[in-house]
């Protein structure tokens, strides 16, 4: 039997929407790793259904590193609606923390940040990430591109 903790604990560590935690959970039998290996499918497949979809709205996210390096990164969605969302505008920045602590240059490019360990969780990438939020939101979210800067 599914409890609310394990549901709870499945979509902290996921931010899978209540209901798909509890169908992940219930599809693999009360196993957690499963339950995850299936929402991580789930993602994947809904995020390949979105790629085609134009991004023509979004946010510039932020990071600055003790005043002396700072990020700018340009992330993308299908509406305003969603680009105003508190959630993400918490990814724009998070998206750029990471190129900050990746340490990209000019030479980076986008593919390189998506293909990197997300600095926040080693066991997953930040193409992961963005396929995680595009489930939850269901509209398509790309990086267009990042600028650094230095002292």
């Not at 609310?4 to 499945?10: E, I, N, R, S």
């Not at 990746?102 to 490019?109: I, L, M, Q």
Request: net charge negative; glycine share 6%; charged share 25%.
């Amino acid at each position: 039997m599914i409890n609310a903790q394990d549901v709870a604990k499945l979509r902290e560590e996921t931010n899978a929407p209540m209901m798909a935690a509890k169908k992940a959970l219930e599809q693999a039998e009360g196993d957690f790793e499963t339950a995850k290996q299936y929402l991580e499918q789930e993602y994947a497949r809904k995020a390949e259904k979105k790629a085609g979809r134009e991004v023509s709205e979004g946010t510039i996210g932020t990071y600055v590193h003790n005043g002396e390096n700072g990020v700018m990164v340009a992330l993308a969605c299908e509406t305003d609606f969603v680009a105003r969302t508190e959630d993400f505008q918490n990814l724009a920045h998070n998206v750029a923390l990471h190129i900050a602590a990746y340490g990209a240059t000019e030479e980076t490019g986008v593919e390189d940040i998506l293909d990197s360990e997300y600095i926040k969780d080693p066991s997953s990438t930040v193409r992961e990430l963005l396929k995680a939020h595009i489930a939850k939101v269901g509209e398509n979210i790309q990086i267009l591109n990042f600028t650094t800067l230095s002292l």
